[in-house]
């Protein structure tokens, strides 16, 4: 029971024993007390105890406690809390973000225990936490005896939730999320995305009353900043875009049915997961002139373990758009050529899809990967091959939106055919954007000129 009826008595020398100084103090009618080895230590404690009557809180008659302290010993533990955050968020969420927020989640409570005596191997416990502890897909193999043993360890070392108010822990888990599992520093962009999970995961202790307020706004320090913009140094003008697409059929009769997705890529400006869920009946492709694609969703590779039917990969709505959410994307004559001879050399599954692995099913990273490879082997310089350059094939879609910049495209139909916001795109793209600049001003002189709107 909590109460306002608090006394504090004057400290008492008991004259022996290892600890002769008593602290004395009554909360409603029950009388509580301490011994401490040195008198500074006694009036130590006789000053927070004090200070909590000044503030106007409430104690604790059992416990002899001030609420604030009574909290950080009975509502639970940072594991518990975790768990019990990552179970709440995983039905409403993708299973690329289950994934990351369990990575996350799994980065950071190991730094929130009491000690590391006894302490399991550090990727032991990474594993144990990611893949089980925060995961609950009904599709997960039975738990092996030393992830158990792993958990029962965390589970009897980890803080109190209510220690989270102390900075010094907060910057332990701040400590941990901003580097790896080897001690090095992580990404920033990694460092940041954590940050996030960690922030959220705070609030829902706030939102369940285990905190009164989230102790990260507290804390002097500064997530590092990210550097989204592309550099450009590495992206292909279109002529070599083109001649990495065309090289995919000399590799092999996989890199034939590969020319297509690439060259998806290239003019379309689509990702890898949408064109996995690409169909048939979603391309308009006459015989002369532009056609179509619609793009009506994605199928993200994140692994099993993290889908809800137990897939490798996950059916899903269009990026950060409502799952009955299409975009329709403008495809110029070249690529309406392109996927006319991919559907009539390899025809399409029996779902109605244009690209799939050997055996029907999802076209891999991988495997796209490889052949990519080869294709730069193919069609590019050995100082380009030996760079950074083009070296993945998402870097044709980066072609393609940069190069509708470049083209003078509004920036606004630009986001749309992408699929991309305006705000992610003036991100990525700045630098393209801003070498429009000197354009973008003779266009206005023109018209301060009075030489009319330009067309």
Same mark, same amino acid.
């Given at each position: 029971m909590l109460t306002f009826d608090v006394q504090i008595y004057k400290l008492r020398d008991l004259g022996r024993g290892r600890k002769p100084h008593q602290l004395r103090w009554r909360v409603g009618e029950k009388p509580h007390s301490r011994t401490f080895a040195t008198k500074t230590l006694a009036d130590g404690r006789r000053s927070e105890l004090m200070t909590a009557i000044k503030r106007g809180e409430q104690f604790d008659t059992d416990s002899g406690l001030p609420a604030s302290e009574l909290r950080k010993h009975t509502e639970g533990t940072w594991f518990e809390h975790a768990v019990k955050f990552a179970e709440v968020k995983w039905k409403g969420s993708s299973a690329k973000s289950r994934a990351a927020r369990a990575d996350a989640l799994a980065t950071i409570t190991p730094a929130l225990v009491t000690d590391h005596r006894g302490a399991p191997d550090k990727r032991l416990l990474r594993t144990a936490l990611s893949?089980?502890?925060?995961?609950?897909?009904?599709?997960?193999?039975?738990?092996?005896?030393?992830?158990?043993?792993?958990?029962?360890?965390?589970?009897?070392?980890?803080?109190?939730?209510?220690?989270?108010?102390?900075?010094?822990?907060?910057?332990?888990?701040?400590?941990?999320?901003? +580097?790896? =599992?080897?001690?090095?520093? !992580?990404?920033?962009?990694?460092?940041? #995305?954590?940050?996030?999970? &960690?922030?959220?995961?705070?609030?829902?202790?706030?939102?369940?009353?285990?905190?009164?307020?989230?102790p990260l706004q507290f804390i002097d320090w500064t997530p590092p900043e990210t550097?989204?913009?592309?550099?450009?140094?590495?992206?292909?003008?279109?002529?070599?875009? +083109?001649? =990495?697409?065309?090289?995919? !059929?000399?590799?092999?009769?996989?890199? #034939?049915?590969?020319?297509? &997705?690439y060259g998806c890529m290239l003019y379309a400006a689509t990702r890898p997961a949408e064109l996995n869920h690409l169909r048939e009946a979603d391309c308009t492709l006459p015989k002369s002139g532009w056609g179509q694609l619609l793009l009506a969703g994605s199928s993200p590779r994140v692994g099993s373990r993290w889908t809800d039917d137990g897939q490798s990969h996950e059916k899903r709505g269009l990026k950060r758009r409502a799952r009955s959410t299409t975009r329709p994307v403008p495809i110029p004559p070249v690529l309406v050529r392109l996927l006319r001879e991919h559907i009539a050399e390899f025809g399409v599954a029996s779902d109605g899809r244009l690209f799939r692995a050997a055996e029907g099913g999802v076209v891999l990273t991988k495997e796209t990967a490889e052949v990519w490879k080869a294709c730069r082997k193919l069609a590019l310089t050995p100082e380009q091959i030996a760079s950074p350059f083009a070296d993945v094939p998402y870097s044709a879609r980066h072609t393609a939106?940069?190069?509708?910049?470049?083209?003078?495209?509004?920036?606004?139909?630009?986001?749309?055919?992408?699929?991309?916001?305006?705000?992610?795109?003036?991100?990525?793209?700045?630098?393209?954007i801003n070498d429009r600049e000197d354009h973008s001003n003779a266009l206005i002189e023109r018209f301060l000129n009075g030489d009319g709107l330009a067309e």
């Open positions: 893949c089980w502890a925060f995961n609950f897909s009904e599709h997960l193999p039975e738990q092996p005896g030393e992830v158990a043993e792993a958990l029962a360890w965390l589970a009897r070392k980890s803080v109190q939730i209510g220690q989270l108010e102390d900075s010094d822990t907060i910057r332990r888990a701040l400590d941990a999320l901003s +580097r790896l =599992l080897n001690g090095k520093t !992580a990404a920033d962009n990694t460092t940041t #995305r954590k940050r996030m999970v &960690f922030n959220n995961a705070l609030n829902y202790a706030v939102e369940r009353r285990k905190l009164p307020a989230n550097d989204d913009e592309i550099d450009f140094r590495w992206v292909p003008n279109p002529q070599v875009g +083109r001649a =990495l697409v065309e090289a995919a !059929a000399q590799v092999s009769v996989r890199g #034939r049915h590969l020319r297509a &997705f939106v940069s190069g509708w910049l470049t083209a003078g495209v509004d920036k606004a139909e630009v986001a749309r055919r992408a699929g991309h916001s305006i705000a992610v795109l003036l991100r990525f793209y700045a630098k393209v």
